[in-house]
């Protein structure tokens, strides 16, 4: 794993701007991009629309994205479905077409099958090259609560009432948040060939901490990404507060090679 500590949010955002920009002008036009909703990706994707916007970003022409999860239960076109934000916040400003960014289907007569559904589909498009992650404040990965298999696909999951209070935000009140979601599994999300997690604020610092410091354990879903051969964790100083190795991380990544990228 890399954990990059930056000074705040907005590094953050450059940084990880530069990611996704950078993977999308190598693959020319056969990108997957994975993509994350939450507040903590706003600022990158904010950042990767003002880029295209003045000219200096790349073409997104051909580029397909897959989000990591849904809610289910929300009336078709509701605003919070994650297909609607991720449309909203990104991909319509980017000009990438509503047909070339998929999610897990929420209908409510084929459940039973979305998971399954879902992983096929991005079988068949190669899988993810760079996955934007956000952490939850209790380690959830996606919607991979505590508990979660470490090894699991895309599948219906129940949210735990820290996740829906954390949520709530963006409804009305808590009881407006739905209880059940598709989310890609642990397993799932080991499978993108590059993981992009990003962490700002004071709150996610013990999540943090224990993800990529403490055990692996399926009670920090997020510590399933010691497993993964490519990892880069991008962290304002507050989330990157409880990080003993903070140091460390500062020193190995002043002191990297321009050519190795990130
Ligand atoms: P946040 O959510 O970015 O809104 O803090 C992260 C998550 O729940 O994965």
């Given at each position: 794993m890399e954990i990059v500590p930056l000074a705040d949010a907005e590094q953050v955002a450059r940084l990880a701007a530069d990611v996704v920009e950078g993977l999308v002008r190598a693959r020319r036009g056969s990108a997957v991009l994975g993509l994350a909703t939450g507040s903590t990706p706003l600022p990158t994707y904010r950042e990767l629309i003002r880029r295209h916007r003045a000219g200096s970003g790349p073409s997104y022409d051909g580029v397909r994205c897959f989000t990591l999860d849904e809610y289910v239960?929300?009336?078709?076109?509701?605003?919070?479905?994650y297909r609607a934000t991720i449309a909203r916040e990104l991909t319509d400003p980017l000009g990438i077409?509503?047909?070339?960014v998929h999610g897990p289907s929420p209908d409510p007569d084929q459940l039973a099958t979305a998971g399954e559904r879902y992983e096929e589909a991005l079988r068949a498009a190669g899988g993810v090259d760079v996955q934007i992650l956000g952490i939850g404040?209790?380690?959830?990965?996606?919607?991979?609560?505590?508990?979660?298999?470490?090894a699991s696909l895309t599948r219906l999951k129940t949210l735990t009432e820290e996740t829906r209070r954390d949520n709530a935000r963006f409804f009305g009140?808590?009881?407006?948040?739905?209880r059940h979601v598709l989310t890609q599994g642990l397993g799932t999300i080991l499978r993108a060939r590059h993981l992009l997690l990003l962490a700002t604020g004071a709150a996610k610092a013990a999540a943090l901490a224990a993800a990529v410091e403490?055990?692996?354990s399926a009670s920090c879903p997020?510590?399933?990404?010691?497993?993964?051969p490519h990892v880069t964790v991008l962290a304002d100083g507050s989330a990157a507060?409880?990080?003993?190795r903070r140091d460390h991380y500062r020193e190995v990544y002043a002191a990297k090679p321009a050519w190795q990228g990130l």
């Open positions: 239960g929300l009336p078709a076109g509701h605003p919070e479905s077409p509503a047909d070339r404040t209790d380690g959830h990965l996606a919607f991979n609560e505590p508990g979660s298999s470490l009140s808590v009881a407006e948040v739905p403490g055990p692996l997020a510590s399933v990404l010691q497993l993964h507060a409880g990080l003993a």
